[in-house]
């Protein structure tokens, strides 16, 4: 018989609500929600694609040990016996700094993982950790962090009630929004036109978004920084100013207009490829609107001023008079209760950086990692402490970092590696033992991470649908018996007295809080009070009680814990986003760090770059509406049709390289090249191409019979491993100088 069942996407930032119609341990049909209050029933093609990324036969579900260059299918005693026998003896001869993580993008998407890789990699004790930030979001995390204390302090573009939204390298029609969690992203940008509000895109290519929008201007890869100081410019310029009462809780304010000074619209224009007075009537439309807001993403992130080009949407915003008000840029208030909710309101220990640097190239460790650009050169430069095992879970950096060759190279020489994937792809082959992960159907969902970055405050949880099949392990399960392994504890230690070991921490932590709900209870108290829960739902549970609207145990009856959650079907809504400034503040000085130190030390870089580059052909980066980074193509609803990992190219520059539409070029930069297919279209700016990454499945041993037939190019060959954003580390995929040849 049919049934249906509730899940949230667990694909994109949008956590869509999806209903579910199964017979059996098959699903049959999958919609968009209607009844869920923060997405109404909008779907995209990846979630319709739910049903057959849970049914694809290539999805791994057994333990894989490879051997003489094979896989084969193994126990799970058999693999973790494996993995304490080398881990172990790594740790032994080497050190514990000689095993690495990496933790892709879907650990932040997935519950069981999101809450016990913490433990995990602190049990590793290793300074070398990387993840998928450090070419993604980064650099918002460290603006964040300086100026208003935490990484995920990161202002909201209140989408739904503004008057005014600059788009700057973001396509959010086709990633569905990032760093902004808003389900329907298309309907809230032309629900913002039909009350009378205006969109502007920044691209250099005319996207989906563009096209919406009521203007679009393209703009030189990489010179956003130039262009959003002479906004800031022109605003002192011509008297636009208007910080209003924000004023009181900023410190270094009247730094900026010395800051902005030497950059007038028209001493960028040429840089930026941009009308200087086009850039002053942005200027002043932003400053004449009602309320505006400036939404920055992957383009401003992973380019040469990721720094700079994330934290000046935030000076406009403090300028304008639109930071923390109803339609500029406000602060989500998550129920689960992330630190700029605990301790102090208005004050903290704000960010802290530089405790550890890089072996090789003496990067700062930042948020406890290093920039995986420099992964490759730790694992492949020998020496003390040089990386020698690796353990992957959820990452495909082969596919999705830079310089993927050499790092595809360095993988090859460790001595272990150990991946927790749902895939044996270009990565995982890697390994020595894969462990596989669940169908997340199998597995009960809450966003932590997106729903504090959410431009509306809901809790929406949805439990799992089909239980873990009998002999595999959860998840968490896996990390913990993990845990177990790099703390010393063996193969196969007690994995409840584990858990609760982990739970304990937690609840310590906080009972000691002077300002928590729970200051002064007892540990075994809230323990008690929270069976008979176990895994993540007990730690969800304990987060939504201890939040800021949690039921403190007790302490304030009418507040939510995760059986509210349940009970209220669709999920708590706590209202639109409010004021939070000051009560949301950790730093130090209790004040809004408006010239962060992150940002001052690299003004000198951007000045030094204002005469560079304005020949020259710059490759950036695109996504596909039915596409997820690297992992969603094995799905053959969403590979059909054309072949997508093709390299568009304006007419007029295909000309003047003798290329034509469909023909392969061979593409080069200074670390690699490729050979990919032209497509010729007036969508990109001159002077610019652009490739989509995650592509190039054509590595052998992979096993992903559909992904492999739709192979692709791998654009991270050419993207450069030692081109960082120099404050973040973030790498910069955006805007590599190639040169281009027919083949
Ligand atoms: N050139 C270029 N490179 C880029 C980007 C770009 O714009 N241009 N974008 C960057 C960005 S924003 C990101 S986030 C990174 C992504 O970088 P990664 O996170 O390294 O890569 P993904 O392609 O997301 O791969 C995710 C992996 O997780 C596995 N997986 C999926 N679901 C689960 C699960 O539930 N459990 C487990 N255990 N495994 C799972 C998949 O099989 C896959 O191996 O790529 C970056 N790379
Ligand atoms: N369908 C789909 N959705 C996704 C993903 C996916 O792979 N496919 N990935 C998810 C992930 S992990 C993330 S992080 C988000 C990313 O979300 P978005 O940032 O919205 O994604 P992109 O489509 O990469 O948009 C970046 C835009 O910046 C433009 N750009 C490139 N260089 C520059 C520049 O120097 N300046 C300016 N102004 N623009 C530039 C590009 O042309 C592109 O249109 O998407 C998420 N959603
Ligand atoms: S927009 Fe994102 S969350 Fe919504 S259905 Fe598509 S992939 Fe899932
Ligand atoms: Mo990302």
């Not at 001595?415 to 270009?426: G, K, P, Q, R, W």
């Not at 010239?595 to 003004?603: E, L, N």
């Not at 001159?686 to 492999?708: F, L, R």
Request: include cysteine.
């Amino acid at each position: 018989m049919a049934e249906q069942h509730r899940r949230i996407c667990p694909f994109c930032e949008a956590t869509c609500g999806l209903l579910l119609t199964c017979e059996g341990r098959t699903v049959t049909r999958v919609e968009g929600d209607k009844a869920d209050p923060f997405s109404k029933g909008f779907i995209c093609p990846k979630g319709a694609a739910l049903a057959d990324f849970d049914a694809d036969p290539d999805r791994i579900k057994t333990p894989l040990i490879r051997e003489d260059g094979e896989f084969r299918e193994a126990s799970w005693d058999e693999a973790f016996t494996y993995i304490d026998d080398q881990l172990a003896t790594i740790k032994e001869r080497h050190g514990r700094k000689a095993i690495a993580a990496y933790a892709g993008n879907p650990s932040i998407h997935n519950l069981s993982l999101v809450t016990y890789i913490p433990g995990l990699l602190k049990a590793l004790a290793s300074p070398n950790l990387f993840s998928a930030s450090s070419v993604d979001q980064v650099p918002k995390q460290l603006v964040a962090a300086a100026m208003f204390g935490t990484g995920l302090t990161v202002p909201i573009p209140d989408i739904d009630r503004t008057d005014y939204m600059l788009i700057i390298g973001a396509n959010p029609l086709v990633s569905n929004g990032s760093m902004m969690t808003a389900p329907d992203f298309g309907g809230r940008l032309k629900a913002l036109q039909a009350r009378g509000g205006r969109i502007v895109v920044i691209d250099p290519r005319f996207t989906q978004t563009a096209k919406l929008a009521d203007a679009h201007y393209t703009i030189r890869p990489g010179s956003d920084a130039y262009f959003m100081f002479a906004l800031v410019h022109t605003l002192y310029e011509e008297g636009l100013v208007k910080t209003g009462t924000l004023a009181e809780h900023c410190n270094g304010l009247d730094e900026l207009e010395e800051l902005a000074k030497d950059y007038s619209p028209e001493a960028v224009s040429e840089r930026c490829g941009f009308d200087a007075a086009v850039i002053r009537q942005i200027a002043r439309d932003i400053a004449a609107a009602p309320t505006a807001t400036v939404y920055g993403r992957i383009g401003t992130c992973t380019q040469r001023f990721g720094t700079l080009a994330s934290w000046l949407p935030d000076v406009i915003h403090i300028l304008t008079g639109n930071m923390d008000r109803e339609g500029g840029a406000m602060f989500t208030r998550p129920a689960h209760g992330p630190g700029n909710t605990k301790g102090e309101p208005g004050k903290g220990h704000g960010l802290r950086t530089g405790r550890r640097q890089s072996r090789v190239r003496g990067r700062d460790e930042l948020f406890g990692e290093y920039p995986v650009a420099c992964m490759a050169e730790e694992m492949d430069t020998p020496g003390e402490d040089q990386i020698r095992a690796l353990i992957t879970i959820a990452g495909n950096p082969v596919l999705s970092t830079p310089n993927s060759a050499r790092l595809d190279a360095a993988m090859a020489g460790l001595d272990f590696m150990v991946s927790l994937d749902v895939y044996l792809n270009e990565t995982t082959r890697h390994a020595h033992v894969i462990l596989p992960g669940v169908s997340p159907l199998e597995g009960s969902h809450y966003d932590l991470a997106f729903s504090q970055l959410a431009v509306h405050n809901y809790a929406r949880y949805t439990p799992a649908i089909f239980p873990v099949p009998e002999g595999q392990l959860d998840e968490w399960e896996i990390l913990l018996r993990l845990m177990g392994v790099v703390a010393g504890m063996g193969s196969n230690a007690d994995l409840k007295f584990l858990d609760t070991m982990v739970m304990t921490t937690l609840i310590q932590r906080e009972v000691a809080l002077p300002t928590s709900k729970i200051f002064g209870r007892g540990t075994d108290e809230i323990l008690e009070g929270l069976t008979p829960r176990v895994g993540p739902d007990r730690m969800l549970d304990f987060m939504l009680r201890t939040g800021p609207y949690g039921e403190g145990f007790g302490a304030d009856p009418d507040g939510v814990s995760l059986n509210k959650v349940i009970a209220s079907g669709t999920g708590i809504d706590f209202g639109p986003l409010q004021s939070r400034i000051p009560q949301i503040l950790r730093t130090p000085s209790g004040k809004i760090e408006v010239v962060p130190q992150c940002v001052a030390k690299d003004m000198a870089r951007l000045r030094a770059g204002l005469a560079e580059n304005k020949n020259g052909l710059l490759l950036i980066g695109r996504r596909h509406v039915r596409s997820n980074n690297s992992w969603l193509h094995n799905i053959p609803m969403l590979v059909k049709g054309k072949d997508r990992c093709t390299l568009t190219i304006h007419p007029d520059t295909a000309a003047a390289h003798g290329l034509i539409d469909g023909a392969p070029a061979k593409v080069r930069s200074r670390v690699g090249e490729v050979t990919v297919p032209v497509e010729v279209t007036d969508t990109i700016a001159p002077g610019v191409v652009s490739m989509p990454h995650g592509w190039g499945h054509d590595y052998s041993a992979s096993q992903m019979g559909v992904a492999e037939a739709h192979a692709g190019v791998n654009s991270n060959i050419l993207t450069d491993e030692l081109e960082l954003d120099e404050p973040s580390g973030n790498a910069v995929l955006c805007g590599i100088p190639v040169t281009i040849e027919s083949v």
